[in-house]
């Protein structure tokens, strides 16, 4: 069990780029979570898909917001045209099963500073 | 709709002194409730968590939390806080899909 990793752990861009994040979640956890965290606030749900399926998206995801598991191992989430309101903590985490009361696996993140 | 609630943005306690951090949940079904801590610049680790079965829950750490469902609530205690116990702890609801909804957070301070 080598726990969930993110890539980059910090990204600074400035407002209009493009940038991408990734994650690779436990090897045999079929569940792959994405959430955002800004200061002083618990973590909130973005997406999460089962396998390469991506099976819910928060009314917080944009369109400019995107995100991808071709082939049900890692994923990438993708924010176009940045604003500054994007500066946020993006947390991945993973698990084996959907069926609710089952542990979520977090890694530690990726923080995105828009400028 | 499954929402959680936790009372008090910041508590400051002592060392040696008791842990007491509050959670109210929201839930038209039955919870699954847990408790996360997470240090700075970390990620989220699993405290303990209630899915069924004995309402009194111990975790790592020595921390420990009851669900009780005449008040909806599912506080998080420790009998004697070390410095060490310094984070932000969120409780949390899942829902269907195993998504989980958190609360806002409450920073644990620990004084020597």
């Known amino acids: 069990d080598t726990g969930v990793s993110q890539d980059p752990r910090h990204k600074i861009t400035k407002r209009g780029q493009n940038v991408t994040f990734r994650c690779d979640p436990i090897s045999e956890h079929n569940r792959l979570y994405w959430y955002r965290q800004t200061l002083g606030q618990g973590p909130e749900f973005l997406t999460y898909f089962q396998n390469e399926a991506q099976l819910e998206k928060s009314r917080l995801l944009s369109d400019r917001f995107s995100a991808e598991r071709p082939k049900g191992s890692f994923s990438t989430l993708e924010i176009q045209r940045t604003e500054q309101g994007d500066s946020a903590m993006y947390l991945c985490a993973s698990s084996s099963t959907g069926t609710g009361g089952e542990k979520l696996f977090f890694g530690s993140g990726t923080q995105l500073s828009v400028l | 709709a499954q929402s959680v609630t936790q009372l008090g943005s910041h508590v400051s306690v002592s060392e040696g002194a008791l842990v007491l951090l509050r959670c109210n949940y929201s839930?038209?079904?039955?919870?699954?409730l847990f408790w996360y801590v997470q240090y700075p610049n970390q990620g989220l680790q699993l405290l303990l968590k209630?899915?069924?079965?004995?309402?009194l829950v111990k975790g790592i750490n020595g921390f420990e939390a009851e669900f009780k469902k005449s008040e909806t609530s599912f506080h998080l205690t420790k009998p004697s806080a070390h410095m060490s116990d310094a984070a932000e702890y969120f409780c949390a609801v899942s829902l269907a899909g195993g998504k989980l909804i958190f609360g806002q957070g409450t920073e644990l301070s620990v004084k020597p």
């Open positions: 839930s038209s079904v039955p919870p699954y």
């Open positions: 209630y899915t069924t079965g004995a309402t």
